[in-house]
């Protein structure tokens, strides 16, 4: 294993406890990840999450008393009913935190979730309808202050402070080959993804039994790969590379890419295919455009 090799661990700021910090600092774990979510205790009981906001802050202090140097933290925008300026309070929360990673998310209410029994079917499409345009003045804020902060929007969602890139999330929107060890995790070898079975009793079975715990593998022929590039590397700041795309393919990208270059939605520099700003905010769309449909 590389001496410097990035070892990220996920827990809720509740679990941070004085004595659960000090484990995590005498373990070679180098990188925490914590959903904070808000800073705003009323939005917290909304999601019915455990931790408070004064657990956030109290967590990431303790971290750092147990030299873990590497803190990242996930944020929430677009609740109901909330203001720009309440979501300009949460970014100078997080801002305070001083942490050199931050991920934010748009709130989205999913079928069979808590939350989308409690809006009902109507209520969710009320919901989404009513805050695209105050969701996009989020977001574009959001990227102005965290750039002023000194933090670079590497992906659509994530920001990070100068050579605090997430390694394990850059992997999979670079194609880089990467192994799921557990119960659901999954792999990916370029040519192949597989993954394993759900069920832990069962992969703990395969286990002892000496057999590789695989439920399923799907092989990846080319239009596959050219889709998941088109769904991954596209999301960075950098976007696809042409030169290492077969000549067929990038053909196809450039062609069905003149349309939001036009639009100034897309643009190339130094031979690579990114989003520009602008783009950000329709990128869904401007990915359907550049897939190969079967």
Known sequence: ????????????????TPDYAKVIGELPIN???MGAQTFSDERLRFLHRRHTSS??????????????QNI???LMFGFPGETLQDWEEDICEALALNVEHLSAYSLMIEEGTELYRRYGSTGVREFENSKEDMEREMYETLIDRLETAGFEHYEISNFAKKGFRSRHNSSYWNGTPYIGLGAAAHSYD???????????????????QGILPI?????????TRYNDLITTALRTREGINLTTLPPSFRDYLLQNAQKNIVRHLLEITDNHLHLTRQGLFVSDDVMSDLILLD
């Open 1 to 16: 294993m590389a001496t410097d090799a990035e070892i990220t661990m996920e827990c809720n700021p509740d679990d941070v």
């Open 31 to 33: 990188r925490v990840s």
């Open 55 to 68: 657990q956030v802050k109290e967590a990431v202090e303790l971290l750092r008393r147990n030299g873990i």
């Open 72 to 74: 990242s933290i996930d």
């Open 190 to 208: 370029i040519e192949t993804r597989h993954w394993n079975i759900a069920n832990l009793q069962t992969y703990i079975e395969r286990i002892r």
């Open 215 to 223: 439920e399923d593998t799907e092989t990846l022929d080319g239009t």
